[in-house]
């Protein structure tokens, strides 16, 4: 028998049926739903007059629309209100279970996903939203799917999909000083740009990604859809069964045993080829921020700005208008540039591990007075761990506020909005024009730069606390 990946493994192991030169039929272990690109997949099943077909594999949760403020009243949004509505009245007729807005496993939907345990190793998983990756985490092909998909899904619990290639990048060594999985997907996107991994699924490996928690894992692969690649994951491990033990999943539970002698067998086989191999090496990578208008556009904190030497005519062109509109020029230095915002949260950095980075370098120090910080946990467990570790005493201490769940000021579909103009140093996953808010000027980063740049009120290596 011959060598597989991991991905070909999962994705053999869920093929219905391959349809000659066209794509397969994949059968879907885990469909996530939330209110934004759901409400247009079930009215296509009420034209149809039809029903959800497998509901129990179908969790839905509210968390693009929901303010992070006063959540037990009314959304004051008239969209947004009509959005979290609809998605209450329609898995309420479909039987589907739902962790709405004030439920105490309301959040965002790849955060508590994960950390409840209904995604697991060797499952395939779904959502109509981009950052499904992140469940890849845990050795899942797990990727984004479109609204006519999610109805499809909805509808036959499987999907029509085009096989990807297989990517491998590997990292192997020792991280720096104040490196963190954030950085390092950073870094490989800088090198990759934003399309270098189009049409691939990237598995990750080598020692400093075995090196990592479960948490840091979802943000690499979390990020892995802004290098254009349609998922990444990682190969489950004792970090991974260890997470998952403890998940309400497996709380009382005794298929654990069970279910982690069939997880064993999910790595890639020695031999097994990709289509494509990097290597990295951890020791060069440095505490990353954005200075342009998308993800691939990152450089180490302390270093300058790239100058046009050696730029093609279209792409000088297309760095000075993302500079224009950052309002930066090139070979500057973006270390001690005043800031405005900074944001703790999302998919990719709202976990409890990254309030206990950001708390670690703000304890016994003082926010800044220039910035306004929006620190929003990604689910209630993590608001709640938050308040047990007593992390919250030491954010109130240095003059930080905790917000209620939610997307939250990633995107622009909400209350918590950055103004025009204003310098955000975020957390979250895209930089794109207008991402935060019309106008508003994003540089993504780790937890400690956001906070080292919290205390300082300008961007801040956070090597230097």
């Known amino acids: 028998m011959s060598s597989k990946t991991l991905f070909d493994k999962i994705w053999d192991a869920?093929?219905?049926?391959?349809?000659?030169?066209g794509p397969d039929v994949l059968y879907i272990d885990r469909h996530y739903i939330h209110e934004v690109t759901s409400p247009q997949a079930f009215r296509g099943l009420d034209e149809r007059g039809i029903t959800v077909f497998r509901p129990s594999l179908t969790l839905a949760t509210a968390d693009h629309n929901t303010p992070t403020r006063d959540q037990h009243?009314?959304?004051?949004?008239?969209?947004?209100?009509?959005?979290?509505?609809?998605l209450r009245e329609n898995c309420s007729r479909h039987g589907i279970e739902l962790f709405g807005l004030n439920h105490n496993y309301n959040g965002i939907v790849h955060v508590i996903g994960t950390e409840l345990g209904y995604t697991r190793p060797g499952m395939t998983i779904?959502?109509?939203?981009?950052?499904?990756s992140t469940h890849g985490a845990f050795g899942t092909v797990a990727f984004g799917i479109g609204t006519s998909e999610v109805e499809m899904v909805l509808a036959t619990q499987c999907i029509l999909q085009t096989r990807p290639k297989t990517m491998r990048i590997t990292v192997d060594g020792a991280l720096g000083k104040a490196v963190t999985s954030k950085d390092i997907i950073m870094h490989i996107i800088s090198l990759l740009t934003t399309g270098g991994?189009?049409?691939?699924?990237?598995?990750?490996?080598?020692?400093?990604?075995?090196?990592?928690?479960?948490?840091?894992?979802?943000t690499i692969c979390n990020m892995s859809i802004e290098m254009g690649a349609r998922g990444g994951l990682i190969a489950p491990d004792k970090t991974t069964f260890s997470y998952l033990k403890?998940?309400?999943y497996y709380s009382g539970n005794n298929a654990f045993d069970d279910d982690l002698k069939s997880w064993k067998d999910l790595i890639t086989d020695p031999g097994a080829s990709f289509d494509k191999e990097i290597a990295i090496n951890a020791e060069s990578i440095r505490p990353m921020i954005t200075y342009g208008t998308n993800p691939g556009m990152a450089i180490a904190v302390d270093a300058p700005l790239p100058d046009t030497?050696?730029?093609?005519?279209q792409d000088r062109d297309n760095y000075i208008k993302a500079l224009s509109y950052m309002g930066f020029s090139p070979g500057i230095k973006l270390d001690g540039h005043p800031i405005d915002y900074v944001f703790l949260g999302s998919c990719t950095n709202g976990r409890i591990e990254d309030f206990r980075a950001f708390a670690s370098v703000v304890k016994g120090r003082k926010k800044a007075e220039n910035v306004t910080a929006l620190l929003v946990p990604g689910s209630r467990l993590v608001e709640e761990q938050?308040?047990?570790?007593?992390?919250?005493?030491?954010?109130?201490?240095?003059?930080?506020?905790?917000?209620q769940p939610g997307c939250s000021s990633c995107l622009a579909m909400n209350e918590d909005k950055i103004p025009a103009g204003k310098y955000a140093v975020s957390t979250s996953n895209r930089n794109f024009e207008g991402r935060q808010g019309p106008g508003a000027r994003t540089l993504l980063a780790s937890p400690l730069t956001a906070a080292a740049s919290a205390v300082t009120g300008r961007i801040t290596d956070p090597r230097l606390f």
């Open 309 to 313: 030497e050696g730029m093609n005519s």
């Open 386 to 403: 938050v308040k047990k570790e007593g992390l919250l005493e030491i954010l109130r201490d240095a003059g930080f506020e905790l917000r």
């Open 246 to 248: 403890n998940t309400k």
């Open 126 to 132: 779904v959502c109509g939203d981009s950052h499904t």
């Open 14 to 21: 869920h093929r219905v049926h391959s349809i000659d030169d």
């Open 73 to 86: 009243l009314p959304i004051r949004e008239e969209l947004s209100r009509m959005q979290v509505d609809k």
């Open 197 to 218: 991994a189009t049409g691939y699924f990237v598995e990750y490996s080598g020692s400093a990604i075995r090196a990592l928690s479960m948490e840091s894992r979802m």
